[in-house]
């Protein structure tokens, strides 16, 4: 199962992917026009909901799949975030950028540099300890 799910990852034209996101779409579309679908789905996500709301066991197995996935989602987007936030502050002139930051902030620059480097660090220790738990 892995397999195929891997495969379907990598190629966005893969058969099962595209029938998969027809038949979400169709979903869709039915969920917009006919009053009872929507009616009883609605009915269906606000039992979920209580469920989740009242089941400490439901709620421990969900926190459980969530932290997995942001997990997984952090590991494989971490490159690609990186190299967006590298190349956008790439193109930037740092001359230039710095005067029109000092001239729109004025003196309380200074202190927004410290508070900046202070945010920074702790944000950076967050983000180390949680690799670390990982």
Avoid: K
């Amino acid at each position: 199962m892995r397999g195929v799910l891997a495969d379907m990852a990598d190629d966005p034209n893969h058969e099962l992917r595209l029938r998969i996101d027809a038949g979400l779409r169709s979903y869709a579309q039915r969920l917009q026009t006919n009053q009872r679908l929507a009616t009883r789905v609605e009915a269906v996500l606000a039992r979920a909901g209580e469920s989740l709301q009242s089941d400490s066991n439901l709620q421990n197995r969900v926190d459980g799949w969530l932290v997995a996935a942001v997990s997984l989602l952090a590991r494989h987007a971490q490159a690609e975030v990186a190299n967006v936030i590298g190349s956008t502050v790439a193109r930037w002139d740092a001359d230039d950028t710095s005067t029109r930051i000092e001239r729109r902030v004025g003196r309380d620059l200074q202190f927004i540099r410290i508070n900046g480097t202070l945010i920074g660090a702790l944000a950076g220790l967050a983000i180390h300890g949680v690799g670390q738990l990982l």
